[in-house]
C-alpha cells in the first residue's frame, strides 16, 4: 500500500509534505523533481491519500484540506484503497501519449475541472513528466494555475526545474527528490526482491540511485552484458581499427540499450581516473584490481579527453546522428586518447 513510509531515502521532501499536512497549507501546485524512480509519483499519491483519507479524519470539516494535525494516510479505509488502486474518481492522472503530453489532454483536464470533486476532500491531479508537455499544452496547463480550481492541488513531476515553461515553475511549490544513496538501493534490492548483496551492491552502483533503473538492468539481465562491455574498454587501446568499428556497430544494433551503453563507459571512465588515489570510491569495485592497474598507464589528461569525446557522442546520437557512425569515431577518439595502455599485458582473467 503506498504511503509515505514506502518512499525510501527522501526525509527532506516527506518532511516538507507532512509539514504541509499537519499544517494543513496544501498549496494549489506542487513540482516533483529528480531523476525517475526515486519515489516522485509515490509520493504524489501518498499525498493524495493523506488529503483523502478517512481513517485518520477526527474533526475533519470537509473545508478543502485535511484535517490540521492529520499526517499521513491509514492505508486502509476505503478512500485510502480506491486512490492505491487508481480507482478514485477524484484522482486524475495525466502521463504523457505517446513522446508527449498533448493539447487535447489538458483541455479535457480543464473541462473535467470545472465540476465539483465527486467525493474527495481534495481532488488530486498527477501530472506525471511534465517535462513532455509540448508548448501548446504547457500554455493550456499556465492557465489553469493563474486560475486554480477549488479544493483541487495538482502535482507535477519532472527530472528538473529547467525542463518546464519558467512561468509554470514560478506558480507551483518546488520539491527536490534526491537520487537514492547506494547503500539504501542495495538494501532494497536485497531485502525486496531477493538479489544477491554482491549483485545488488553493484546494481545500486550502476543504478545511479533509481530504483527503476536497478530493476530494468535486473530484467535485461545488463549486468551479464557489462561484464562483455568491461572487456572490450579494457583492451581499447590494443584494438585494431576493424575491431573497433565491429564494436560500434554491436552496440548500435541495441539502440533502446544504448544510453546504458554510453552511462558504462562513462563509469568505466570515472573509475579510471579515481582508481589510482581513491580506489575505495570505485563504482566497478569487483574490477578493482584491474581498474588499479590500467590507471597507473592511463594520464588524467588523455581520460579528460576521452570523457569528453563521449560527452560528444553522447549528444550527437540524442539529436538523431547516425549510432553506428557516431560510436565508430567514438571509439577510434578513445582508443587513441587511452593509447598509454598499450603496454600493460593483454588482457585480465578477471575481464574475460
Excluded at 11 to 34: K, M, W
Excluded at 226 to 247: D, F, G, N, V, Y
Aim: some cysteine.
Amino acid at each position: 500500500m503506498p504511503g509515505f513510509d514506502s518512499i525510501i531515502d527522501q526525509e527532506r521532501p516527506i518532511r516538507i509534505l507532512t509539514s504541509l499536512l499537519v499544517n494543513g497549507t496544501i498549496p494549489h501546485a506542487l513540482l516533483f523533481t529528480g531523476i525517475e524512480g526515486v519515489g516522485k509519483k509515490t509520493a504524489a499519491v501518498a499525498l493524495a491519500m493523506a488529503c483523502n483519507c478517512t481513517g485518520r479524519e477526527a474533526g475533519a470539516d470537509g473545508a478543502g484540506a485535511p484535517p490540521p494535525g492529520v499526517v499521513g494516510p491509514c492505508g486502509e479505509c476505503a478512500a485510502c484503497r480506491k486512490i492505491a488502486a487508481g480507482a478514485h474518481p477524484d484522482i486524475l492522472r495525466v502521463s504523457p501519449a505517446g513522446a508527449m503530453i498533448k493539447i487535447d489532454q489538458i483541455r479535457e483536464l480543464c473541462q473535467v475541472l470545472t465540476m465539483k470533486p465527486y467525493e474527495a476532500r481534495v481532488r488530486v491531479v498527477i501530472i506525471a513528466d511534465a517535462h513532455t508537455l509540448n508548448p501548446a499544452a504547457g500554455n493550456a496547463l499556465l492557465k489553469m494555475l493563474e486560475e486554480p480550481p477549488a479544493r483541487t492541488a495538482l502535482i507535477l513531476t519532472a527530472p528538473q526545474t529547467g525542463d518546464l515553461l519558467p512561468t509554470i515553475v514560478s506558480r507551483c511549490q518546488h520539491i527536490r527528490f534526491k537520487p537514492i544513496a547506494r547503500h539504501h538501493l542495495a538494501a532494497i534490492l536485497t531485502r525486496a526482491y531477493g538479489v544477491d548483496p554482491p549483485e545488488a551492491s553493484l546494481t545500486a552502483a550502476l543504478a545511479g540511485g533509481s530504483l527503476t533503473r536497478a530493476l530494468a538492468m535486473r530484467r535485461s539481465q545488463w549486468l551479464q552484458q557489462r561484464s562483455w562491455l568491461m572487456a572490450q574498454l579494457a583492451a581499447l587501446p590494443r584494438q585494431s581499427t576493424t575491431a573497433l568499428l565491429a564494436l560500434a556497430e554491436k552496440l548500435s544494433q541495441a539502440r533502446e540499450d544504448l544510453p546504458d551503453a554510453l552511462d558504462l563507459i562513462a563509469s568505466w571512465i570515472r573509475d579510471l581516473a579515481v582508481a589510482r588515489h581513491a580506489p575505495e570510491s570505485l563504482i566497478h569495485q569487483d574490477l578493482r584490481e584491474v581498474l588499479v592497474e590500467l590507471s597507473q598507464a592511463t594520464r588524467l589528461e588523455d581520460l579528460t579527453s576521452a570523457m569528453r569525446a563521449l560527452q560528444d557522442a553522447r549528444q550527437r546520437i540524442q539529436a538523431n546522428a547516425n549510432p553506428r557512425l557516431t560510436l565508430e569515431a567514438l571509439f577510434v577518439k578513445m582508443a587513441t586518447h587511452l593509447d598509454q595502455t598499450r603496454n600493460l599485458l593483454p588482457g585480465h582473467p578477471r575481464l574475460i
